[in-house]
Structure formats: C-alpha cells, structure tokens
C-alpha cells in the first residue's frame, strides 16, 4: 500500500504532492514500482495536528482521484469524513482508510456497508491533536486486540461483513516507543482475529527513535526492517512511502525463504 498524502502538512511528504500533476506523477511511479493499493490522503493526521474541512478535503482530492483509479491499483481513501469517503468512492476508490475505526463519523461504517467497500478499522488512543500526551496501557496488544475485535463487531453491527475489513494496530498512535515494539513483537495475537493485518511503519517516529535518524527521510533502512519482521509476524499489506525498495526486501526475502523450503 503506497502512501500518497496530498496535504500542505504531513510528516513526512507534506506539500510536495499538493499539485494534481505531481501527485499524478507520483501514483503513476508507485504503481510501476509494485504498489497493489495507493492510499490517498487529504488530511495529516501527525500527532499534534488539527483536523481538515470534509469540503477542504475534497476539493484536494477531486483532480487526483480519477487519475489515480485509472492506474492498475485499488484506490483507497485515507479520512475519518463519510462525506469524503463517499465522494472518494463514487470517484474510483475501493477502500476507506479510517485511522478511528469509524468512531469520528457515525455515518461511516453504514456507508461502507451500504456501498460495499473494503474498511481498514485502525487503532488510535484519542484522538490526533493528543494522542501523544500520555498513552498508558497494562498490555497494550491485548488492548489493540479487544478494540478491534469491538470495531468488527460494530461494523458487522450495521451491515459490514467481517470479509470486508482489513485490521491495523495503528503504530504511532497514541503509543510510545516500547508499545509500538510490543505490537510489531505480538502481531500474531491480531493476526488471531482473522482479518488481514495492515501495519503502517513508514518514516515514523520510533524508527528515529531507535536509529537516532531525525529526519523521516533518513529512515528507509529502519522501515524495511519493521516491515520484514511485521511481516513474519502475519502482517500481510505494509502502508509505506518508498515502494520499490518494499518490494525489492520482500523479493529476496521470498527468495531465501523459498530455497530454504527446497534444500
Ligand atoms: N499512518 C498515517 C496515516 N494513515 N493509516 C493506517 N491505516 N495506518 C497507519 O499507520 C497510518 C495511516 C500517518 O502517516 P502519513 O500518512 O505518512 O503522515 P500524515 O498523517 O502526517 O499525513
């Protein structure tokens, strides 16, 4: 799942693909590069950020969207807004990417059901203006796992087939260094609940944390690792920003993995 983030202010690639054309360009890169899915996003939701008018939103978005479902991916939408939700999915895209698990919007599970999208139901402790103050848990993927396990019942709850979400921890939101570790190290216990694990470790925080590396585009070597290991751990779809080195790890991973299987 490629990351392509039309905003003026997200951590890592904010304003540079704010220009339909640049954005355009982008999505056509990453799909050539290997991406399955491209997550289109309007808003930041970095720790500390103030949310972004649905009409804002959209009004970024509807150059770009077209375009991007022309591309040989599946689109998705990345907001916590049914309205641009719904807009997204009557402009091409196939899955919402709600880091609230459709608590922010009371009308986005109903319409996920009722258009038949796919819905990625993410873990977020709070909300993105304050998710980083003080995160507490006694044992946090317990924690993560019974929040999602509760966001597929509601979801089921108003029409939405378990078949058709997809579950994500939420790494870097609202957790600390050590919870986002425990995560990624127990991510067999979310694999448990029987829906396609998503995990988003690109550029982030902790990765700086552990290598020292302050700016998010230093971080590439740190994000492939957290990748491979979330991915013996079950993970199946890794939300990233650089796409073709992703694909290349997973290619002589497989490799190895293979000719270990046949000797
Ligand atoms: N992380 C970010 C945004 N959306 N969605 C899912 N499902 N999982 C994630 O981990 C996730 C997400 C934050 O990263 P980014 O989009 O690069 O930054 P920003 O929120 O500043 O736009």
């Given at each position: 799942m490629a990351v392509l983030n039309v905003t003026p202010d997200s951590f890592?690639?904010?304003?540079?693909?704010?220009?339909?054309?640049?954005?355009?360009?982008?999505?056509?890169?990453?799909?050539?590069?290997?991406?399955?899915?491209?997550?289109?996003?309007?808003?930041?939701?970095?720790?500390g950020s103030d949310g972004v008018?649905?009409?804002?939103?959209?009004?970024?978005?509807?150059?770009i969207l077209p375009a991007a479902a022309g591309l040989a991916a599946t689109v998705s939408v990345d907001t916590t807004s049914a309205e641009v939700a719904a807009f997204a999915l009557d402009a091409g895209a196939e899955i919402?990417?709600?880091?609230?698990?459709?608590?922010?919007?009371?009308?986005?599970?109903?319409l996920a059901a009722k258009r038949g999208a796919a819905m990625v139901l993410m873990h977020m402790?709070?909300?993105?203006?304050?998710?980083?103050?003080?995160?507490?848990?006694?044992?946090?993927?317990?924690?993560?796992?019974?929040?999602?396990?509760?966001?597929l019942e509601a979801a089921e709850s108003v029409g939405l087939a378990r078949d058709r979400c997809i579950?994500?921890?939420?790494?870097?939101?609202?957790?600390?260094?050590?919870?986002?570790?425990?995560?990624?190290?127990?991510?067999?216990?979310?694999c448990e609940l029987g829906r396609p694990v998503l995990v988003g470790t690109s550029r982030k925080r902790f990765i700086g944390q552990i290598?020292?590396?302050d700016g998010p585009d230093q971080r590439l070597a740190g994000t492939l690792a957290a990748?491979?290991?979330?991915?013996?751990?079950?993970a199946t779809i890794f939300r990233v920003h650089d796409v073709g080195p992703?694909?290349?790890a997973i290619k002589v991973t497989d490799a190895i993995e293979s000719a270990s299987h046949n000797t």
């Open positions: 890592s690639d904010g304003g540079r693909f704010l220009q339909p054309q640049a954005a355009i360009a982008r999505a056509r890169s990453m799909v050539a590069a290997g991406a399955d899915i491209l997550d289109i996003g309007a808003e930041s939701t970095r720790p008018r649905p009409s804002v939103q959209i009004d970024r978005l509807r150059d919402i990417n709600d880091v609230s698990a459709g608590l922010s919007d009371p009308a986005m599970l109903p402790r709070g909300e993105p203006r304050t998710m980083q103050l003080a995160p507490h848990y006694d044992d946090v993927s317990a924690e993560v796992k019974g929040f999602l396990a509760e966001r579950v994500d921890p939420g790494i870097g939101f609202g957790k600390r260094l050590e919870h986002n570790l425990a995560i990624l190290a127990g991510l067999d216990l979310i290598t020292g590396r990748c491979l290991a979330a991915r013996r751990r079950g992703l694909a290349d």
